[in-house]
């Protein structure tokens, strides 16, 4: 297939990149560079630079598609949203309009240009609070920050435009990504990272003095809140099972992606020190608003439509594939 992964040089957009080349698939990377890197390019792919709120540069590169004799984008792949929960609470204007102005110019533009297939990076955080675990498709959604509202508003639209205009989407609703490239192909590291792994990695690499531990008075076995990560090479590969899913079958998806298991934060925090043999200095701070104690998902039905199930979501590969990338940086 052609495929075009619209924020590809992002974090997951690089990793999903890889496994779409690596599994023979001709790919474009678009991209406007603000949070991807060009190091997370790949020789293998195309590249152009381009923003989605730019409807003119997305037509241009879904026409020149077209028109090149390769018979168009098949499938896009949308990575390319803003994602820092806290932030969208104070500056939900920011949010509007990259991630709901950008995907409606993302969707008309691939209506008009015939690409039939789209794959979503969804979210977790389009759930709330939750009413029971492990989180199954079925639980109701009821996003608590404005980042999750604008990801929930953006399923509605992918369902909108598969009965009035015949696309077909996965959304991938990823719990807590983590983790680098198990082949270490990809380096890249995250500007200004707000998730955990990537924080105390700075820490473990001496560039940030302390790790602060968002509440220890939740209702868990150690005090600090339950997630469930995913390493970001078992996301990438979901991404393509999901994509060859819709295309056999003409039939949308929307699936949960977890790893179904429960980690502490103080849990990452041991582990990451025994694993750098670095102190990683921690300091327990007030919680954070909007924290649930314990989030976990059900893969069950992920397994089941598509046959994907986390291969390196262990506790011990997530941090040291990221510590074989942080552990470089220098103060
Ligand atoms: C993990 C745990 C923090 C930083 C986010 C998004 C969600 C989804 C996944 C994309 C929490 C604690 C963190 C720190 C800490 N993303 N923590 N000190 O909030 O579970 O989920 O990523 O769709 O939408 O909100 O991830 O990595 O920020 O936090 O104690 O410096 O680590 O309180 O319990 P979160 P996170």
């Known amino acids: 297939m052609n495929i075009l992964v619209i924020g590809g040089a992002g974090y997951i957009g690089s990793h999903v990149t890889r496994e779409f080349l690596d599994g023979g698939q001709r790919v474009t990377v678009f991209d406007n560079l603000s949070s991807g890197l060009r190091e997370n390019l790949f020789p293998?792919?195309?590249?152009?630079?381009?923003?989605?709120?730019?409807?003119?540069?997305?037509?241009?590169?879904?026409?020149?598609?077209?028109?090149?004799?390769?018979?168009g984008f098949d499938a896009l792949v949308h990575l390319a949203a803003f994602k820092a929960a806290g932030e969208s609470m104070i500056m939900p204007e920011k949010y509007s309009v990259n991630n709901i102005s950008g995907t409606v110019n993302i969707l008309n533009a691939a209506v008009e240009n015939g690409v039939k297939y789209v794959v979503f990076s969804s979210s977790a955080a389009v759930f709330g609070e939750p009413r029971y675990l492990p989180i199954d498709e079925n639980h109701p959604t009821n996003p608590e920050n404005y980042y999750g509202f604008t990801k929930l508003e953006i399923e509605r639209f992918l369902g909108w435009y598969e009965k009035l205009k015949g696309i077909?989407?996965?959304?991938?609703?990823?719990?807590?990504?983590?983790?680098y490239d198990v082949k270490g192909r990809i380096k890249g590291k995250e500007l200004k990272p707000a998730n955990l792994i990537p924080i105390i990695m700075e820490a473990a690499a001496g560039i940030r003095s302390e790790v602060q531990v968002f509440g220890n008075d939740y209702d868990t076995p150690d005090g600090t809140c339950i997630r469930d990560y995913i390493h970001v090479s078992d996301l990438a590969v979901a991404h393509v099972k999901a994509l060859d899913y819709i295309s056999?079958?003409?039939?949308?998806?929307?699936?949960?992606?977890?790893?179904?298991?429960?980690?502490?934060?103080?849990?990452v925090i041991e582990t990451a020190r025994t694993i750098t043999g670095k102190p990683i200095p921690v300091t327990i701070a007030g919680r954070r608003a909007g924290d649930a104690a314990r989030l976990t998902a059900s893969a069950a039905y992920a397994r089941d439509v598509m046959g994907w199930k986390a291969r390196y979501s262990d506790l011990e590969t997530l941090i040291g594939t990221s510590w074989d990338i942080y552990k470089e940086m220098r103060a």
Do not use: C, H, P, W
């Not at 989605?52 to 590169?61: A, H, K, N, P």
């Not at 989407?169 to 990504?177: E, H, M, Q």
């Not at 056999?248 to 298991?261: D, F």
């Open 168 to 179: 077909r989407f996965a959304s991938l609703r990823y719990f807590n990504a983590a983790g």
């Open 248 to 267: 056999a079958n003409g039939k949308s998806l929307t699936v949960n992606l977890g790893s179904e298991s429960g980690t502490s934060v103080f849990e």
């Open 44 to 71: 293998d792919a195309s590249f152009v630079y381009g923003d989605i709120l730019d409807y003119t540069g997305l037509q241009r590169v879904m026409r020149q598609a077209a028109t090149s004799g390769n018979g």
